[in-house]
């Protein structure tokens, strides 16, 4: 339990590290998200088809753990954003995640060049599921794989 303990303290340096990142000041009257800003910054949207989303990402310095590779967290929030945009109908609600699984295959290092490949694999009714592959351009390897469920409202047949 000890060691659990010491793992999950935060060092100064890391207190110092996080003390120094500069978030811009959102517009009043908007709904955001701080993770959009930590997390999305610097991706690319290569390709849009309906049912398929793909894009290119560097992996910025900020989004290392401890260990130097690429934060599971930030791979999640890439999972369940890049899953939700495959599916997203402008002038309809977001859909809301009912389920996530992933995949963490390999590593990927600050400065690697990622392609994101999100996918439809089916829909019934309001509810679908997305295929998110994460891949590193240069070697071809599978960062990760994410299976995203998700529900919403859909436009009414009458």
């Known amino acids: 339990m000890e060691k659990a303990k010491e793992f999950l303290m935060v060092n100064d340096e890391a207190s110092e590290s996080a003390s120094r990142l500069a978030v811009p000041p959102h ?8 993770l959009e800003d930590i997390v999305l910054k610097g991706i690319r949207v290569d390709r849009v088809e309906p049912g398929l989303v793909v894009c290119s990402f560097k992996v910025p310095p900020r989004l290392a753990d401890r260990a130097g590779g690429f934060a599971t967290g930030a791979i999640s929030y890439l999972v369940d954003e ?8 402008e002038g309809l609600p977001m859909n809301v995640s009912v389920d996530m699984s992933i995949s963490f295959l390999s590593t990927a290092k600050p400065d690697d060049e990622l392609e994101i490949t999100g996918s439809l694999l089916g829909q019934r ?28 409202k859909r436009t009414s047949k009458l």
Request: proline share 2%; no cysteine; net charge neutral.
């Open 27 to 34: 517009p009043a009257g908007i709904d955001h998200i701080l």
């Open 82 to 89: 890049v899953g939700g945009a495959v599916i997203h109908v």
């Open 125 to 152: 009714g309001g509810y679908s599921g997305t295929l998110v592959l994460i891949r590193n351009k240069a070697t071809g390897e599978v960062v990760a794989e994410g299976r995203h469920s998700l529900f919403g």
